[in-house]
Each structure stands twice: as C-alpha cells, then as structure tokens.
C-alpha cells in the first residue's frame, strides 16, 4: 500500500539533545512537508522540499533542521536550539503539478521533552 | 501574507442534524485553493473536501458541501446528517496556486462533537 510512514509514534527527548524524526513516503511525489501541532494553534510549516538536494523554511524554521537526499525520505532534526519541542509532528507529501496535487499526512510523531 | 481564521473553537450537533463550520481567510491572490482537513482522535489528518478558486460551483463529497463565498473570502463546511463517526477536529487550509509544491496554511481548528 502507498502512503507516508513517520516513525517513531511517540519520542521522548532530554533537555540539550538533538531528536530526529523520520519521514518515508512511497508515494513517488516530489513535494515533503514537516508541520507542527500545538493545542490550540492549528498546523505550522517548519520545513518544505520541493525536489531532492532542496528544502525551504517554514514559519517556525528555527532549532530544527531538515535533509532531502532521497526523495523518498525527509528527515527533520529538533536540535537543542529548539526551546520549546514538546508537540506533535506531522509530516505530508504531494505530486506537484499532478492532478490534484493533494497533500497527503503521515501518522504523526509526539515528541516530549523530559 | 496569506491568513485563515476559524473564529469557533468548538461546535456540537446532534446526530442525523446539519452542522455548518465557518472559516474565512485573507489573500491578495486570485488563484488558491481551499481544503477542509479533519483530524480524528486518531490524529491521522484526512482530506474531507478541496474547492478551486476558479470554480464558482460549491464542492460536494456525500454528506459535506461547502459553501464558498469568493468576494466575502468565506469557505464554510455544511455536515449533512451528521454521524458519530463525524466527531473530530476540522482544519480550514489555504494554498496558493500560483506555484505547484506550496506549502498549506491551516486555520486553529474547530473540534466538533457528535452526541446521540
């Protein structure tokens, strides 16, 4: 089956570490997504990646960083530099350009910061 | 820059009731796209339904239709006899269609709540 795969569910970090998520899609699309979720706040863009070896900042781009050397993965890095981690991470893909062009999300990931 | 506001937090209705959920956004564009997103306790954010800017005829999948008030920048979701099943958060999304690959812009949500 197609889809997006984001490991691990539910991920806990201590103060000063750098986490990373993992994001895979078999979806063959050119376009990855990392969003964040808070209570309250709606989703918010952190990194995009049009096409592999490229990658945008979002919104709230800052203490996280991103890597897109295989168009089937697009890891997202929370380093210490992120002060405030804890919330759920939602990764998404799409085929711009395609017929719908529509996003697709991964399951999520729920980071929490001991 | 673009914005979406969905002003109710929450929203209840009972089942086999009609439910509308507004959302309103602000562009400068004339070419997007809107989406209503629903997100279950299972948290796995779910396509409900899209409308082309370009299209003047409101979108309908089943039970949702929206309705899209181009000139008022307004883009309700009309659930139609609504189930237990249909208990969830509701996203409004925004994404602009002049560059293909554009990231979404979401509203805060509404949680709707289904009571027998």
């Known amino acids: 089956d197609g889809g997006i795969t984001q490991s691990p569910k539910y991920l806990f970090r201590k103060e000063g570490q750098n986490v990373t998520l993992s994001c895979e899609q078999n979806?063959?699309?050119?376009?990855m997504y990392w969003y964040r979720q808070d209570p309250g706040q709606g989703l918010r863009l952190i990194y995009y990646?049009?096409?592999?070896?490229?990658?945008q900042k979002g919104d709230i781009a800052e203490g996280y960083s991103v890597s897109r050397e295989k168009k089937e993965s697009f890891p997202l890095t929370v380093t210490s530099a992120q002060k405030n981690p804890t919330a759920f991470y939602l990764c998404?893909?799409?085929?711009?350009?395609?017929?719908?062009?529509?996003?697709?999300f991964g399951p999520g990931t729920r980071l929490t910061v001991l | 820059a673009q914005t979406v506001t969905q002003s109710q937090p929450e929203m209840s209705v009972q089942e086999a009731e009609t439910v509308t959920l507004s959302c309103t956004y602000d562009?400068?564009?004339?070419?997007?796209?809107l989406f209503w997103y629903k997100q279950p306790p299972s948290r796995q954010m779910i396509l409900v339904i899209r409308q082309e800017a370009y299209k003047q005829q409101n979108a309908t999948e089943n039970r949702f239709s929206v309705n899209f008030q181009k000139a008022a920048k307004s883009f309700s979701l009309k659930i139609s006899d609504s189930q237990l099943g249909d208990a969830a958060m509701y996203f409004c999304a925004y994404r602009s269609g002049y560059q293909a690959g554009t990231a979404l812009i979401f509203g805060k949500g509404t949680t709707l709540s289904v009571s027998s």
């Open positions: 562009t400068s564009e004339s070419d997007y796209y």
């Open positions: 998404a893909s799409s085929q711009p350009g395609g017929a719908e062009d529509e996003q697709f």
């Open positions: 990646s049009q096409i592999v070896n490229d990658f």
């Open positions: 979806l063959n699309h050119d376009a």
